[in-house]
């Protein structure tokens, strides 16, 4: 048995648990309808070129949706925000009712979110039950004033605390 086999998925989740992540928001316009999927593993690649990227459970209809669009958003969420995840994770058609948003660069821009990029599709790359949505940044903002994002941790939300 290989060392990958030995390791229990279940253990495997709950150690992966104390990696603290930052709660984003991808979105998409998809047949002129919102699309959006909560993400807790979006990362800067590049610089030199600017590239992003985050994975999605290959078994996802959302990411289904997302991977056929030209242009896809990603809104870091702020520490005040935390309803927004969770409307995020209702039922699709649910998924932007009572939130404040509109289209920029093509795709669903929530307001208020601590920052925002505009990503193209790059590369798709098989990562085991994931796929790693590898992008170009073509546009990205953040918030004038500086805000604390919420982050998840520990199997729930946090915010960060200064020291």
Not at 64 to 81: C, E, I, K, T, Y
Not at 115 to 131: C, F, Q, R, S, Y
Request: net charge negative; glycine share 6%; aromatic share 8%.
């Amino acid at each position: 048995m290989s060392e990958a086999e030995a390791i229990d998925p279940v253990h495997f989740r709950t150690v992966m648990g104390q990696v603290p992540t930052c709660v984003t928001v991808v979105t998409a316009m998809v047949d002129d309808a919102p699309v959006a999927m909560v993400i807790g593993s979006f990362v800067s690649v590049s610089l030199e070129p600017p590239l992003a990227g985050f994975f999605c459970t290959t078994t996802s209809s959302t990411w289904q949706q997302l991977r056929s669009a030209n242009v896809m958003g990603v809104n870091v969420l702020a520490a005040d925000q935390i309803d927004v995840s969770n409307a995020c994770m209702r039922a699709p058609e649910e998924r932007f009712e009572g939130l404040d948003w509109e289209v920029v660069d093509g795709a669903p821009k929530i307001n208020a979110s601590s920052a925002w990029l505009t990503l193209t599709p790059n590369k798709i790359v098989d990562a085991g039950d994931h796929e790693f949505a590898l992008c170009n940044v073509t546009h990205m903002e953040s918030a004038a004033d500086p805000k604390e994002p919420v982050i998840f941790y520990g199997g729930g939300y946090r915010t960060l605390e200064a020291k």
